[in-house]
Structure formats: structure tokens, C-alpha cells
């Protein structure tokens, strides 16, 4: 697969994303994705597609309680999903840009 990514493995290219990247991006960082990570993925893609920019950790947790319920807008779901940091590795399986926010 032949991708532009960043030091960080970031996509360069938001358009270069589709579904078999997603699966790529995630092999490479040791996700397996069942249809809980498509739910966040797909999420956080309308996301920035409505608002143009990412949330902070806070704004994205409460989102997503706010979209899909309390039970999958928590830290605790979103860890479990993401352990190395969910909004972080969300986007960047997303093929969306590293937050700001993030380290």
C-alpha cells in the first residue's frame, strides 16, 4: 500500500483514506478493529468533516456520550478500544490530522 505519512504515522493526505487504509493504519499499530473502533472511527471522520477540526479529549469523550451514549462516551470504553491514547490513535486510523491537543 503506498501511503504519504508523516514522522508520526499520521496520513500527509486526508483524501487518501478509505476503509482498507483504516485496516492498514490499525495493523500498524496493533488494533484489531471489531465494528465498537468502526463506530468511533466513522464518528470522529463526521466529526471534523461538520466542524472542520478536531476536539480536545474532553469534547470528544462528551461528544460521543452526547451521539452514541453514555456508555460509549466514557474514558474507561474509549481506553479499552484505544489503550495508547483514543483520540490520538482514533484520528490517526481515521486519517485524520494528529490533534492538537495530543502529544
Same mark, same amino acid.
Not at 49 to 55: A, F, S, V, W
Not at 98 to 103: A, Y
Given at each position: 500500500?503506498e ?5 508520526e =504515522?499520521f ?5 487518501d ?7 492498514f493504519?490499525? =495493523? ?8 465498537? *473502533?468502526?463506530e ?8 471534523y468533516?461538520?466542524?472542520? *477540526?478536531?476536539?480536545n ?9 452526547? #451521539?452514541l451514549?453514555?456508555? #460509549? ?11 495508547q =491514547?483514543?483520540? #490520538? ?5 481515521? =486519517?485524520?490530522p ?6
Open positions: 500500500m501511503l504519504t505519512q508523516n514522522s =504515522g496520513l500527509c493526505e486526508i483524501d483514506w478509505n476503509e482498507a487504509v483504516a485496516l493504519l490499525a =495493523g500498524e499499530n496493533q488494533i484489531e478493529l471489531t465494528s465498537a *473502533h468502526w468511533i472511527i466513522f464518528f470522529i471522520r463526521q466529526y468533516n461538520d466542524y472542520q *477540526h478536531l476536539p479529549a474532553r469534547v470528544f469523550t462528551k461528544a460521543i456520550a452526547k #451521539k451514549g453514555a456508555e #460509549k462516551g466514557n474514558s474507561r470504553y474509549l481506553h479499552k478500544l484505544f489503550p =491514547g483514543p483520540l #490520538k490513535y482514533v484520528c490517526k486510523i481515521a =486519517g485524520l494528529k490533534p492538537p491537543t495530543c502529544l
